[in-house]
DNA sequence: TTGAAAGCGCTAACAG
DNA sequence: CTGTTAGCGCTTTCAA
């Protein structure tokens, strides 16, 4: 997208017009609205020569361009994108549905997203969910009233799953959390592997009681991490103790702090513990230290996501990072290429995840 | 807003159609989109009345709105709001403008925006500026071409004074960064006395030698705070030492990180350290016990805001809690207040603030 | 209680 | 290169 577009934001017909006379014809307080035919008749143009020269053709005499310039800046014109929206029967917005957007885990994809979008001329509209299928489903339902083009989705595969009969002719893209076989295009990581890759981190420093702090059920990515923790165990001939799995239903600091004390209280209690976000790793530092034990002397501890606090803490995480920026921007290219064609057969993508060993681990 | 509403996202037209009659005119793969007219033709009425019925208008017979409604129903129709948004002329998208999204001060004042907007009928579209007034700008140009109703900022004052003369006659409030001066309706704290609070608090407990590490003077905020520090410290019959207030450009862990640590290597390091806020306040530990400070047996240290992570640090931190849930749902009603009335005088408003005593002070 | 009809402001054939 | 014109799909007078 290098030639200025009419949908380019920067692209900004008479923005830069500071000119009283923006206001020429204001009643008091309220600028009366200019449309594209005061543009026209000012130019003294038709209004189908205005529309070219906003939308940059080049089919104008440079003349003539110059001449609807100039009414466009001394008018202080705008274009009504909600005409111009009905008009080309697209609304230039893209949804973001995160179940909660205080994680700072979704901080990056998102930025990730919104910076693919503006760049091709569309705007971002985040949603929190909740993760609540209800709420879920009232921002599909944009899609479908052409409020958006299209959506990304990081809301649990169960919520998305609710919904899925009806949702299969949307445009839209999961991200991070989706379920390979269920026909959406998605981007995410292989969620088996890095757990594994966490375990034998673990296991290569000479763990073998290692604990599993997992989320709930609803996550399917709690469900790959969880077999791949297992199976990673049991490659080592380990058989892990079903008491040393755990499954929150919150990602918060105080759910991990609250796991791992309460893993502590065990009676052989494990020596390393690994949890599925570093949200629940930072609170399960907390924990451990509360009840008195040193990390990572005592217990180590594995986080996921590596978000920006994990290298600021108190030991520093070890954790698996996920590319989220790359994530971000890789769903956000994928729901472009499906609104360019709708036919357009977009396939699954997993991005390259990667042990980061800091001091907790 | 209790009586169905066309702008409630949770009243669906049709929404819960299944039947595969909602695609009953599909060609392969696109479903065919379904207009008024169609309901209309179907329902053996005129599409005045569909739009009656859609709009909840009182005036049509029940019988009459039954058949509409199973229309409705049967075809799968949903409203085309682009449509709808320009025959009314309103977008009933809410614009919320943050410097950094990736900042956790600022999850709960969106939500409470949020929450107010959708129960309004309005959506929200979170703007990550960077605090760059060319991005803001191009924000701010949203609402002159209708893409939006209303937007509520919480950019450094220093960006919305960069646009501020073309700015007064758009319907937007400023939230927690504003001037009071400039005739935009704001929504925020009081700033100087909550730093002086915070002061107190400290002086309470014996300090005398107090730091500031304060954000760079883009913010006004900085500005309130710094004022709130000097004078609380005048007032207590101290001339503090110009070497202990430190300006940052970031407000990251690491920034705060960093000035702790500069502060201690000091020929007479201060005993408490003062940080505009909480994230800073967190590399301000960090810091500290990187240079082997104990907080607060060392040093004491006082943050601001009370984001939630706050209370989950080791050791939990002393802040000044500001009401960001209430901060976020009073700048969307003051806007909201300014959208159903062009000419309404809305007040700038002030919250309260509260000290959280915790122990890192 | 209902319908006919006039646009909202714009883009895109189509014709010149 | 430029103008005329027909809508996009909806809401809203105005009349009946």
Redesign the pocket.
Known sequence: MSRPS?HDPHHLAGASSNSPSSRSRASPGVSK?I???D??EQA?????????V??GH????????ERVLAAIETSG????????N????ESRLLLTMVPNFGNPFYADIVRGIDSVARQHGYFMLLCDTGADPGRERSYFEMLRRRRADGAICLDPAAAQQALSEELHTLPWVACCEFDADVGVPYVGIDNYRAAGDAVLHLLSRGHTRIALINSGDGYLYAQQRERGYQDALHNAGIAPDPRWRMHLDSLDYEAGAFAAASLMAQADPPTAIFAVSDTLAIGVIKGLRSVGKRVPDDVAVVGFDDISLAAQIDPPLTTIAQPMRELGETAARQLLKRLANRSANVPGVLLPHRLIVRGSA
């Not at 003294?44 to 070219?52: E, H, K, L, Q």
């Not at 014109?77 to 111009?84: K, Q, S």
Request: net charge positive; no cysteine.
């Open positions: 009419p609205d449309s594209i035919d543009v026209a003294g143009v038709s209004v189908a020569t205005v529309s070219r906003l939308n080049s089919n104008v005499r440079a003349e003539t361009r014109y705008r274009v009504n994108e909600l005409a111009r009905l008009r080309t029967a």
